[in-house]
């Protein structure tokens, strides 16, 4: 029997399959409003098959965005036309998630197809936020490093953005901190030089997610999952390495995080990513079995076949894709056909079902 097509529960919710979408930037939001495109882009995956569908990153505040044309969660207005949206997906069956996200220092850039060069604020861009004041790469714009008050905020921001999540009927919370990005940040030691509690050990360097997570738990239904992306490893010596990563997953599975998704690079420019098929899913594979918390693998899985053996050889416990639903919104359906799996189609396109 296939396991990519059996139903996974986690706390209250069931996924009627193993497959995820993951979340893929759009740079299609203005002032960080969904819009029809994202009905579309989230829709159709939905209608493809998979059983959970998560957002892109959505930034809990705007000097949190990526670039000018991201998705947001900051304010009020931002909730009706998500919960249409989230409507719709669960209609399909399938489940709604949100991905709640800070850039911090990799924020204030233009769009890939407008350079994806740091913007300055008289470019339209922001003054960044860092846990230390030092840039991504030379030649970017220092970071202000954020101070008590900063981080009060920021934390204030995720439980805001939480709380507006639920009211768009979200269903899941993925917390993003990975790729380089403010939580990534504060966790590796390249780029967090604090020298008070939120820097310097393991223990402090974890602070900042640790009251985040607390932050969202105090308003997020007890019923409902919590996500965790994190980058496994920097790729570079003397940065966060994968036995970090297995220790705060250990840490992270007392604080009410049920899953751990596993990606990784993305906070140095001197990262060496052996960049191939499957290139992640160690990562999910150990931080699974040295824990024993369920963990999501990322990253280059195109075939039906591969998220299959992942599953069967207990690798992981759900398949995050994203290229491969790019290509193919409708991966799930096809793949069930290829793996013998029954799966219900939308009523629409019975006809072209064989």
């Not at 991905?99 to 220092?105: M, N, P, Y």
């Not at 899941?172 to 403010?182: C, N, S, T």
């Not at 036995?243 to 250990?250: F, G, N, Y």
Request: hydrophobic residues 40%.
């Amino acid at each position: 029997m296939s396991k990519l097509f059996q139903p996974l529960t986690i706390r209250n919710i069931t996924f009627k399959n193993r497959i995820a979408v993951s979340p893929m930037c759009q740079y299609s939001s203005t002032d960080g409003f969904a819009n029809d495109w994202h009905l579309v882009h989230l829709g159709s995956r939905a209608a493809g098959g998979a059983g959970l569908i998560i957002t892109e990153a959505a930034a809990v505040s705007p000097e949190g965005r990526i670039s000018p044309d991201d998705l947001g969660i900051w304010k009020d207005e931002h909730i009706d036309y998500l919960k249409q949206i989230n409507e719709f997906i669960a209609a399909q069956g399938a489940v709604p998630g949100i991905q709640l996200a800070h850039a911090g220092r990799k924020a204030s850039h233009a769009a890939p197809w407008k350079g994806y060069h740091f913007l300055t604020p008289e470019d339209g861009g922001w003054t960044t936020l860092a846990p230390s004041a030092i840039p991504y790469k030379e030649g970017e714009q220092t970071p202000l490093a954020m101070d008590k008050a900063a981080i009060e905020k920021l934390i204030n921001d995720f439980k805001t953005a939480t709380i507006r999540s639920a009211q768009a009927g979200f269903k899941v919370i993925e917390i993003h901190a990975a790729h380089g990005y403010l939580l990534n940040e504060f966790l590796s030691p390249l780029s967090n030089h604090r020298s008070d509690e939120y820097g310097g050990s393991f223990e402090n360097r974890i602070r900042i997610l640790i009251e985040i997570i607390a932050a969202i738990r105090s308003v997020w239904d007890n019923d409902l999952p919590l996500f965790l992306r994190i980058s496994a490893t920097d790729w570079v010596e003397g940065g966060w390495t994968i036995e970090d990563s297995i220790k705060l997953a250990t840490i992270v599975k007392e604080k009410g995080v049920d899953l751990v998704d596993c990606s990784s690079g993305g906070n140095s420019p001197l990262q060496k990513i052996p960049v191939g098929p499957l290139y992640q899913v160690l990562f999910a594979e150990q931080i699974k079995k040295e824990t024993g918390i369920l963990t999501g693998a990322v990253g280059l899985i195109t075939t039906a076949q591969e998220a299959e053996q992942i599953l069967q050889t207990q690798q992981a416990d759900i398949i995050l894709m994203a290229r491969q639903l790019l290509r193919d919104p409708y991966f799930p359906l096809h793949a069930a056909k290829e793996l013998d799996a029954t799966i219900e189609w939308p009523m629409q396109y019975l006809r072209a079902k064989q």
